[in-house]
């Protein structure tokens, strides 16, 4: 690809004329808009009075298991590829469990583990990039070392995984977003899952921190079919090697929402230990709330279809948008995902910090340039994470358009 | 007091008879009764289509900051004694907080401490006894020592407590439960709250785990005041020593609550910072279900009025059978709380575990003798707790009068 040049005078009253406009345009986040909010209004009422759960249990009260409701886990079970039994439903999110899975393998030895993380000499993670900022905060704040590991169409490259993990006991696990990742959107294929599960690691207690944030959010009908990493772990004679993580943050309501945790029976046995220790059990009510709502995995399906409906011009526009500007122009790459929340940039190499800042000056906000980086630090300087669910569309166009106003102008006064 | 000879022919046709009845009664455990839940019906159709915080915070979405709905927090500050802006409002549940306060000062230096606990050759907690098993075992989970203190009428026995803390940098904490305390119903004197605040402790980064979990739970108009442990630490020079914990699982639904956790500004920003890597924001839509529902302190107190009602009489159900079938036998003393959620038994030396072996045969489940010491030991073998919110009131009635027939077996067994 050739780049095409930029004139450097038109760049800049480009920008001058888009600094005048005043805009104060935000796509930094992926946060569902109110139109998807909209659509579990139902929420807001239900459970409407009931409270028992179909086993009996009056969920308003304590008891009844740290599990979760066996009807609202059995409406995941598919999604995530989980056994019913080996499914949790806890906490409003995720990210918390996430946390927790790493609080506990610092504070107790994980099953196949020889000592706790804690007394380890060195943790590090793999961290795929570009990948999920908050995933990196997390494990920085206990002081994990982050190594990079690049992302390709098809997962990160397993060649440097497969090198690293055989020959690094310090390598404890790595950071996953194996369907229409953030921010690529990406999803791992068959081969990169079998070898994530089949995989040598020097570490005994090596865990694949498996988040499936998007496993059912789809912008099209061509939904790929995300290879099994349970079955395939327990296949490969690693049964323990994986945790899977899943929320309905970006299916109902975003914070009032149900988290999952999925893994091994051994796994949630030693999970189920140490957490009865901190909690009486979940919010059984929210979740009766979600099994009332969702029904089953159809229901969750054609749940999903309506947010489709309303994303899916969005990410349209943006592609659209991108290709009407840049295309052809050779100044930047972008991707077309089929699901998730995000489209990522590369714009020239050393540009998108500079990017980001005439953006901000412009009122357009974007996420940080190296966010998707551990540590902040995206060598090459060149990725840029948009996220187009949350504006309405002629917001969104706006913004992408100044984006592009930035980008020429950032790459015109670099040559 | 003197201790009536009991006969052991008639005490065992009493047993005889209890055990041929076949009674399957529990009085383990605080849960609130159905009817009780009953009284917060109307958050099972709250916040009923309403989504928007009164800072106008869309409660569906991410956003709107990690502290909770000010609203809400508004409500508890005053029951809590915890300025607004020290006060979080999160999660389902204190234990949780409790739990994650203990791993947050296990893995990150504390304000005013020297090195993370997890770091330090020994960490012990001062642990009031009888106390609640549950404090016990999320420290014990993490190797925490657990140290007996006596508890009197008026708390903690202070002079012991004063000795301990002095000499032993070790001892980083203690659980406090200051008001009704879990189980012995005494709430801490003035005096008491004064001398935690202002002792002085080896450990720099000394923490009063303060868990207010009966703030509002009075049985009579007798409500006694407890001395506002933040100001008083303030006061001695020792702001950053106290951890405030409180929620609402006995006041609205226990599990589909809310959590508070209020402190210094120092302890909150410690706080803060943590936790922001763990969560991306309560369930806020829960928060605001709960501050519609309660809608201010004077809501809350008619709300818990509702509770008294049906609480009161199970209590003096309770204390009426005790007096009828005990008074005076000097065989049992037992205690008469004006709030909270238990009442403690002290049964003669050496004769609790035998009572609650007997009582478990004959079908009545009685908390484990023991569960209120660490490591389920209680040296004297004498402290049984009885939960008398659950049960309806005839089954409560037999469950205390099988109790005694078990604690009279097992007296006259032992002479």
Request: charged letters at 25%.
């Amino acid at each position: 690809m050739t780049t095409a040049p930029v004139d450097v005078d038109s760049a800049r009253r480009d920008y001058a004329a888009l600094v005048g406009r005043g805009l104060s345009l935000d796509i930094t986040r992926g946060k569902p808009s109110p139109r998807q909010l909209d659509l579990s209004a139902d929420l807001l009422t239900l459970p409407n009075g009931r409270y028992k759960a179909e086993d009996g249990t009056d969920t308003r009260n304590y008891g009844g298991g740290a599990k979760g409701l066996p009807e609202l886990r059995r409406v995941f079970a598919e999604a995530l590829q989980v056994p019913v039994d080996q499914l949790l439903a806890v906490g409003n999110s995720s990210l918390e469990l996430m946390h927790d899975a790493v609080v506990q393998s610092l504070l107790s030895v994980l099953p196949g583990g020889e000592r706790r993380w804690a007394d380890e000499p060195r943790v590090a993670m793999l961290c795929p990039v570009p990948g999920y900022d908050r995933h990196f905060h997390l494990a920085q704040r206990f002081g994990i070392e982050l190594i990079q590991v690049p992302m390709t169409e098809a997962g990160p490259d397993m060649d440097v995984v497969e090198r690293l993990v055989a020959e690094d006991a310090g390598i404890k696990g790595i950071w996953c977003v194996p369907k229409y990742s953030n921010p690529t959107g990406s999803t791992f294929s068959d081969d990169t899952v079998r070898r994530l599960a089949g995989m040598a690691t020097a570490a005994p207690d090596f865990r694949i921190f498996w988040d499936n944030a998007y496993a059912v959010h789809h912008l099209t009908d061509d939904e790929p079919v995300l290879a099994d990493v349970l079955a395939l772990c327990a296949e490969a004679g690693n049964a323990d090697r994986a945790f899977v993580f899943g929320s309905t943050s970006k299916i109902t309501l975003a914070g009032a929402g149900v988290g999952f945790f999925g893994a091994s029976a051994a796994n949630i046995a030693w999970w189920s230990g140490l957490v009865a220790k901190r909690t009486i059990g979940p919010d059984k009510v929210n979740q009766l709330r979600h099994a009332l709502f969702l029904k089953d995995a159809d229901g969750v399906r054609a749940h999903m279809r309506k947010h489709a409906e309303i994303l899916a011009p969005k990410f349209a526009a943006v592609d659209r948008i991108l290709t009407e500007e840049l295309g052809g122009s050779g100044l930047a790459s972008w991707t077309r995902p089929a699901g998730g929340y995000f489209i990522t940039l590369t714009a020239p190499e050393g540009t998108a910090k500079e990017i980001v800042r005439l953006a901000k000056e412009a009122g357009v906000a974007l996420t940080p340039a190296g966010a998707t980086h551990p540590y902040g630090d995206d060598p090459a300087d060149a990725t840029i994470r948009i996220a187009p669910s949350f504006p309405e569309i002629g917001e969104l166009e706006e913004a992408v358009r100044g984006l592009v106003v930035c980008l020429r102008l950032a790459v015109a006064e670099r040559a």
